[in-house]
């Protein structure tokens, strides 16, 4: 009986043994993925976290979610990135960054914060990425910021230092915001729940969208001055045919290709190197600033939705405005024209002409006019019958001089300046009976106080 019992004994204690050594090997393989390759002096191209990642990996352990490894990875790499003085990207954010630890890749949602959370399979995805706090411009982040295929990322907030942006397969992302970056070549492929970009004193050559449905909001500026990197060369938007708000700012855009954009409502294309514009793809476009480009005409036969045109400081020598008959807003100064119709602008309320070539300017079928800019022009006559809120109804130059005319209702206030030509003196401001009004050049007086002023101008003996 006794070498049985001894014989089971030892059977029991080797069998107690084997399940310890199990138990051990189980516990040492649920690690979350990742390394610190900061730590191993990784620099851009070497800071590769260690670990593959393993899609057979338990999705819990102990009931703690795991990270899902492809977005764990994607976000580690990029805070290890390295400068050239050896800073990794993690620690320009917090100093106490450590890639091993996510707790420490967050900081303040509105400056550094990697958002996560639990999706069906049992992971922590990347929800929401936001890196936009620096502590200096010659502190600032570098490298490509590789996010493709980040499943259930929805917001990106990005500024300061990235060379590259890569967001392909975005399937949930929503919003992306890019500051101070040089994001050369951008392509947003099969971001179909994308809604709004922008893209602020940015340098991007290129810009393709492809199959992002949703997009409706397109901003790309780069303000920081003409700088040949930073000039946006080739856009394609065929992509996104329901865009309804386009801003291009100073990106030294030559030629814009709107076919296609059916839905565009918005169009802001402000200091460019635009010479001509096709806007007839555009037929419910109904606000237009294209100020600060050389172009010469401008066809707007194909906008009859058009209420607001901003076209100052382009070099504009004639402008119809008979395709718009519901302008409410226009603003056209510092254009060589020399002539303007306004008899369709019945709906017009606010009117800057300043710095033209305009002569003669007949206001009588602005009812509705509650602004008015009429500076630095040779005007000698201006036509104002009808319009109720100015108050009187013509002023006009008599002799070598011209007239200009602010007015805002806002104000109930009218000023009149005249400005004599070679040779002649100004004289005064008279009413219809030939009264003297004011021997001043420049007389502000209360809307309603004249129905008629002429500025009289005597030749110099």
Known sequence: MKPIRFFLLAALMGLFLLLCACSASSAGSSQQPGTDPAASGGTE?????????????????????????????????????????????GRKYNPSFDANDPDTWKTDPTAFWVGWEVQEDGRLHLTELVLSFYQSFDHQVTGELELSDCLFLKKAYLSYGLTGLRLDGCIALEEVSCDYCALGCLE????????????????????RTVNCPRLESLQISNMSGADPEGQLQALDLSGSPNLTTLCLLCAGVKTLDLSGLSCLSYMDIRCNELTEVDLSPCPVLNSLHIAGNPLETLDLSGCPALTVLMCDHCALTELDLSPCPGLKTLYCSGNPLSSLDLSHSSELGSLNLTQTKITELDLSSCPKLYALQLKDNPLQRINLTGCREVGFNLLRAEGKGSVFLTFSKAERTVTVTAAHGNGARFKGWYDAGGTLVSDREEYTFLIFAHEELIAVFENIS
């Open 45 to 89: 191209t070497d800071a590769d976290p260690a670990p593959e990642k393993n899609d057979e990996t338990a999705a819990q352990t102990d009931g703690v979610p795991e990270y899902d490894p492809h977005d764990y990875l994607a976000i580690q790499r990029f805070l290890c990135i390295q400068d050239e003085k050896g800073v990794a990207n």
């Open 188 to 207: 947003l492929r099969n971001c179909p729940a994308l809604t709004v970009f922008c893209a602020n004193d940015c340098k991007v050559s290129t810009f």
